[in-house]
């Protein structure tokens, strides 16, 4: 017979909390954000899915884009409300995101603005150089244009008249389109009865800037000469004049000084919308007039340098930037011309952009340039797209003076924006990146010296909370702690002093319960109890009632711990004095009522089976009060092995009703005849209550069904059996009751067993 005891602790799963996801979710579907938020989209989505599939767009369409565009707006704004709050107490309660956004606002921050400062000063000042260089460009090709203009007029007049122009033209022309390719010349008569006062070498040519427009040169074209009379004088075209129409007039508004500009010409774009356009593509050509010196000169000669590229290849080489496509601001009258038919069109508009031209990586940029209408002569804004390379500027600052520059006042707005923008962040970041770390600090020091008071025996100090962050509730938590350490100090100690206390009591029990085997010949016997706790309530014995005779006792008293522990040993030697007065269970169990209740509880009560084994007569007597059932395994005389579970009726000890006649009535005596091969279980609820994880029980047909599939084992390997079927059933849950069990097998009876007694040695 051997005492064992086998215990777990109660482990109880930490509580899920909800994932980014719930949350999330229920942000969007729970709150008027969120729901206004999923409506825009959803109208969004409905829109688009129309749009897709009736290829048109209703009127109402627009009504429901605009309503879920405002939807998302004010959702987006509402969980933004609603959430910039949180971010920012999550962001700001750790002390790690704390210093982190100290860091940032003290050192990364203000390096940010510093590069953004210089980035955008450099891009402004490149940019602003880049659009000054492509105007100056332009002003040097408009006067090698009025320069030639004024040079042939000259030439004609002096040496060959009207007679030779074609001649001094055609040379004039080829010189000049060795330098601009695609470059036109032409003499065209003058009118107007207003003398020009001290002629036009008295005056200055007009330096207009101009603009942009990608009209390419006709490779291989023949020159064009074409005659018109008017006013008595023949008008001729000299060069390819691919890009306008040779003019056969100068317009009334050109001076005897003559002109030199950008002239523009809008250009339609097919599908464009361009009626109610406001700007559109140009086409541009650089054009001087130079007139003769003469009071009242006959007739012009027009240099036309059209915008292509060799032109742009010109520009390029001059002031290291590519210009791209020219555009213009519309006018009623401009819009009115767009449908005029135009050479090249397609050329025009399908020129590269200049981000890349070139083979080097450009950034795209526009210059403002002054474009003329050449029939009005009125100005018009135009802009030309170009492309910069900063390192080719650079190159060229490095070697030459740059003069003023465009949009130089802008620049220093920005400038100065910038500059009080970083000045008035770095200060806020010095004043909170001080007052975070003061924060910190100071309460870091706090604690350190709570600690050092504590740490030298002063549990009354406390720290005074400033704050209400993880560092304030780290004070809290110090204060609460020192407030609670002499009580878990004491706690520990009377703790210490009960478990001291309990393990005596467990070892006093444990006393009361047989010790070592019963050796009794002809019975094999094993017995077993494991408390739930330190000290339990279940208790067995065996009692030598003389020759021949064996008392097995097995009792449960209800509940545990050390109250069903004090029972169950006041129980011992009153079960120790009755056993030897009264022979069978039944009277026993009479006299054991009336003492116990009287001295038990009224909130308790004891199940018991008691059994006195005849072996000279190879009987068994027993009685059970409310305990739980017996099992018997025995084999019929065909031979079977069956098992019966045995419970003869009978109520509880202990109970303070009617002066026992109730437990009187019910008791009653069973008795058994035993045989070789007998298995005898007697056990208590703890064994067939043992419980899993999901609360399943062990219940008493699996004990039986053990003790049937394994009964032919010795009685100390079934019992080991048992508890391990036990244990891989509850796999791990904790014990909730003290299991108590006795097994006895019988083998061939000896008279005068009994009297051998109990040995030292344990089973």
């Not at 003389?546 to 129980?571: F, N, Q």
Request: glycine share 10%; proline share 5%.
């Amino acid at each position: 017979m051997t005492s064992t005891e086998s215990s777990s602790p109660a482990t109880s799963p930490a509580p899920e909390s909800r994932g980014w996801f719930r949350r999330g979710a229920d942000a969007l579907c729970r709150g008027f954000g969120g729901r206004t938020l999923l409506v825009g989209v959803a109208l969004k989505a409905l829109c688009v899915l129309i749009r897709l599939g009736v290829g048109t767009e209703p009127a109402i369409m627009a009504v429901a884009d605009s309503a879920a565009s405002l939807a998302l707006i004010v959702g987006v704004a509402c969980l933004a409300i609603k959430l910039v709050p949180r971010a920012r107490r999550r962001v700001l309660w750790r002390v790690r995101d704390k210093l982190i956004v100290s860091y940032m606002f003290i050192g990364v921050v203000p390096v940010l603005l510093v590069i953004s400062f210089f980035a955008v000063s450099g891009l402004g000042l490149f940019f602003n150089v880049a659009s000054y260089l492509v105007v100056n460009g332009f002003g040097n090709v408009e006067s090698d244009a009025v320069y030639v203009a004024r040079v042939t007029a000259l030439e004609i007049q002096r040496d060959a008249g009207v007679e030779g122009a074609a001649a001094i033209l055609s040379r004039r022309e080829a010189a000049l389109a060795a330098r601009y390719s695609g470059a036109s010349m032409a003499l065209v008569p003058t009118s107007g009865p207003e003398p020009c006062v001290g002629g036009p070498a008295a005056q200055a040519a007009t330096d207009v800037p101009g603009g942009r427009a990608a009209v390419p040169p006709a490779t291989g074209a023949s020159p064009v000469k074409a005659r018109r009379q008017d006013a008595g004088l023949t008008a001729l075209a000299d060069g390819p004049w691919e890009h306008v129409d040779p003019p056969t007039s100068l317009p009334s508004w050109v001076s005897c000084a003559g002109f030199g500009g950008i002239v523009v010409e809008p250009v339609a774009v097919p599908g464009g919308g361009t009626d109610t356009a406001s700007s559109a593509p140009a086409m541009a050509v650089v054009r001087g007039v130079g007139l003769p010196d003469a009071p009242r000169p006959a007739f012009a000669v027009i240099v036309d340098i059209p915008k292509n590229d060799s032109l742009d290849d010109h520009l390029r080489d001059e002031t290291s930037v590519k210009v791209g496509a020219v555009s213009m601001a519309l006018t009623q009258g401009l819009r009115a011309r767009l449908n005029r038919p135009r050479r090249v069109i397609e050329e025009l508009l399908n020129r590269p952009a200049p981000d890349a031209a070139g083979g080097k990586s450009r950034f795209s940029w526009v210059a403002m340039l002054q474009g003329i209408d050449w029939d009005s002569g009125q100005s018009v804004q135009t802009t030309a797209t170009i492309g910069v390379n900063f390192w080719d500027i650079y190159a060229r600052l490095s070697t030459a003076p740059v003069g003023p520059y465009n949009f130089g006042s802008m620049l220093l707005l920005v400038l100065f924006f910038l500059a009080v923008l970083f000045l008035l962040i770095e200060a806020a970041a010095l004043v909170m990146g001080l007052t975070l770390a003061r924060s910190i600090t100071g309460s870091v020091h706090e604690l350190f010296a709570g600690t050092e008071r504590v740490r030298d025996g002063d549990f009354s100090h406390r720290i005074q909370v400033a704050t209400r962050d993880q560092l304030g509730e780290l004070a809290e938590s110090f204060n609460q702690m020192t407030g609670s350490i002499e009580d878990l100090l004491r706690q520990a100690d009377e703790k210490k002093r009960l478990e001291e206390e309990l393990r005596i009591a467990r070892s006093i029990q444990m006393s009361l319960l047989p010790r070592g085997r019963l050796v009794i010949p002809g019975l094999s016997i094993t017995a077993l109890c494991v408390p739930a706790r330190e000290v339990g309530g279940d208790y067995y014995d065996f009692f030598q009632l003389g020759d021949d005779r064996l008392g097995v006792l097995i009792a449960d008293v209800s509940g545990k711990g050390t109250s069903a522990a004090l029972y169950m040993a006041e129980l011992k030697g009153l079960m120790l004095s009755l056993s030897r007065t009264y022979a069978m269970p039944r009277e026993l169990f009479l006299v054991a009522n009336e003492i116990i209740s009287h001295n038990l509880d009224s909130r308790s009560f004891i199940t018991m089976t008691y059994a006195v084994i005849d072996l000279a007569a190879r009987r068994m007597y027993y009685a059970r009060a409310g305990h739980t059932p017996l099992i018997h395994r025995h084999e019929t005389d065909a031979g079977d092995c069956v098992v019966d579970v045995l419970a003869p009726d009978g109520l509880v000890l202990g109970l303070r009703i009617d002066g026992g006649e109730l437990f009187a009535r019910l008791l009653a005596d069973a008795e058994l005849p035993l045989r070789r091969g007998d298995l005898l279980l007697w056990f208590t609820d703890g064994i067939t209550e043992a419980m899993n994880a999901d609360s399943d029980l062990f219940g008493e047909d699996r004990l039986a069904n053990l003790v049937q599939e394994h009964g032919h084992l010795p009685a100390e390997e079934l019992r080991e059996r048992i508890l391990r079927e036990i244990d891989a059933f509850v796999a791990g849950a904790p014990q909730h009751d003290d299991m108590t069990m006795i097994l006895l097998k019988v083998d061939d009876f000896v008279p005068g067993a009994v009297r051998t007694g109990f040995d030292d040695e344990r089973s």
